[in-house]
Structures are given as C-alpha cells and as structure tokens.
C-alpha cells in the first residue's frame, strides 16, 4: 500500500481538445441544514435541466469543506442528487445559512462510444 501520492500530468494539447468531448452545463445551488452530526449523510436533489443519467457531475462548495466528502450524481432526467458526508469527528453547523455550491454537468458528446 502506498504511502503517498504521485500526480503526473501532461500539459493538454489545445483548449478545444476538452470542447470535442463534452458538452457543458452549469448549476448554482444552495445547501443548508441546521446541524450535521458526525458520520451522518444528508442528501438534496437539484433541479438541473438537461442533465441525464450517465452525465459527469462536478461541484464545489464556496466556504472550507475539510473532512467533509461532497458527492454529485444524475439520479434522473433534470434531477442531480448532492451527498455530503461529515467525517470531522463532531457536529457541524457551517451549513446553518445555507453554503452556495457551484457546479457543472459534464454530457459526453460520443467519444466514449468507441471504447
């Protein structure tokens, strides 16, 4: 088992090169709920329109998320469910008011049917 982690990564070949694979939709929503106990899972759908099983999902929060894991998929047609998981070890209420989250649906053009 590896004690570490070793990136390797290659400088792309042209901006256009990510354009010819994927399609791109944005999202904006909010997350909040009082108290996260630790250990717990809480879980909200979002309404994303276009967004279909099989798409790639990216998000991010807008404040510090140490020890906590934040989950996208497509759990339907238009619908992207977020989990977050506490593993702080205590109780959170950093999402008490509410923490904007960004996010994109990645929809691949085709490029993977070859594979």
Known sequence: MADGLTAISSKPKSPAQFQGIFDVIPFKFTFEDDSILDGDEYALDAAVPGAALGDFVLVTPNADAADLIMVAYVTA????????????????????????????????KGVFDSL
């Open 77 to 108: 047609a238009d619908v992207v469910t977020v989990s977050l998981v506490n593993v702080t070890g205590g109780t959170l209420t950093t999402f008490a008011t509410g923490i904007v989250c960004t996010g994109v649906i990645l929809k691949p």
